[in-house]
């Protein structure tokens, strides 16, 4: 059992239409990130929020949509994606602490497929 | 650009064997670097994070060690047993931020297969 709950396991959905992604933690981190994993290839992060602002955006197409409405959610939304973004999308959550020591927490990811 | 290297990419060893993963990684100047286990299908767990200014971490049959001179990581694992079957990533922190976040570069990974 992991910490970090993501919702749905599976998603299957076709290029027009429109979903979300969902990560919740209740262990009271204030750092939340989206990763994205190709099979056989290391977790590349997408966003980083912290204390439920904005802070990282690498460069991720407009058809990703992060959003943090509270301290505990965060969600992905999804639109007009195309095959090559058929992954494993993971959540992780940190405490906030410039001494830098404390570790990420991954919830077991959503996998998704893009018809 | 921050890269990181693990070799081997994969390991089968017999069980009760001990083993050891490499990481490499290329500007020396990191915050710290943690060591995940993965699962087919899973998410990431976090194993063991050594800070810069550590030479390693311990935990149960696990020891990490840092030599970020030389830009090198090993993780040992004592009396491998087949549970311990798993991809084996390491990820570098290179700074410091304001935001006080983890920022990481992951290396591709070991995968481990431990025989009965």
């Known amino acids: 059992d992991t910490e970090v709950t993501q919702t749905p396991k599976h998603l299957v959905m076709g290029m027009t239409n429109k979903k979300s992604l969902k990560c919740e933690q209740h262990m009271g981190h204030r750092a939340m990130y989206w990763y994205k994993q190709k099979a056989k290839k290391p977790p590349e992060l997408m966003f980083v929020?912290?204390?439920?602002?904005?802070?990282i955006n690498e460069s991720v197409p407009s058809r990703f949509s992060p959003e943090c409405p509270n301290s505990s959610l965060l969600n992905l939304h999804l639109h007009a994606l195309q095959p090559e973004d058929s992954a494993l999308y993971l959540c992780?959550?940190?405490?906030?602490?410039?001494?830098?020591?404390?570790?990420?927490?991954f919830g077991d990811g959503t996998r998704l497929s893009i018809l | 650009k921050q890269e990181v290297t693990q070799i081997p990419a994969a390991l089968s060893v017999p069980e009760g064997e001990n083993l050891v993963l490499n990481c490499s990684f290329t500007?020396?100047?990191?915050?710290?670097l943690q060591w995940f286990r993965q699962d087919p299908g899973k998410g990431l767990t976090s194993l063991l994070l050594i800070q810069s200014s550590q030479r390693e971490q311990t935990s149960g049959r696990l020891n990490a060690s840092l030599d970020k001179s030389s830009g090198r990581s090993t993780l040992y694992i004592a009396a491998s047993q087949p549970g311990d079957s798993a991809t084996y990533l390491c990820?570098?922190?290179?700074?410091?931020?304001?935001?006080?976040?983890?920022?990481?570069?992951f290396g591709i990974g070991t995968k481990l297969q431990v025989i009965p």
């Open positions: 990820a570098v922190r290179l700074s410091v931020n304001s935001g006080g976040y983890q920022k990481v570069t």
């Open positions: 929020y912290s204390y439920e602002k904005l802070s």
């Open positions: 992780a959550s940190s405490q906030v602490s410039g001494q830098g020591n404390q570790p990420q927490h």
């Open positions: 500007d020396s100047a990191i915050y710290n």
